[in-house]
């Protein structure tokens, strides 16, 4: 199925987060679960929420993260989108220690030329 996009009226195939031809976020949220870690949270009930509020105004964007304990948010806080940018940042300065193998700081520095 495909719609018009709401930014540059090009048709756009439903599944798409983001207009392929101007960017324009095609959904106000985008939620994604992360599992807990299987030896630390050993509980293994709960899970953390990620939504990232997409409002037309910048001021009005956000990220919300909650923390979930079956199907009750037993917590929950949101920061500005230029703090989950620098949360992203740090997330993705941090080694590989586990299964997925990531490219190292020198292949990223690498593609960048
Ligand atoms: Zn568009």
């Known amino acids: ?3 018009a996009c709401g930014g540059c ?4 195939e439903d599944r798409f987060r ?3 031809w101007c960017g324009t976020p095609q959904r106000s949220k985008l939620v994604e679960l992360f599992r807990p870690h299987p030896l630390v949270e050993t509980d293994g009930s ?3 929420r990620v939504s990232r509020y997409l409002g037309a105004e910048p ?10 304990d079956g199907d009750v948010a037993t ?3 949101s ?4 703090e989950a940018a620098r949360l992203a940042r740090f997330l993705a300065a941090a080694p590989a220690t586990t299964g997925v193998r990531r490219r190292s700081v020198g292949d990223r520095a690498r593609s960048r030329h």
Do not use: N, Y
Request: glycine share 6%; aromatic share 10%.
């Open 79 to 82: 920061v500005a989108d230029e």
């Open 1 to 3: 199925m495909e719609h």
């Open 46 to 48: 709960r899970g953390l």
């Open 59 to 68: 001021a009005a964007r956000h990220v919300r993260f909650s923390v979930w």
């Open 75 to 77: 917590a929950a806080i």
């Open 18 to 20: 983001f207009c392929p």
């Open 9 to 12: 009226g090009r048709s756009v």
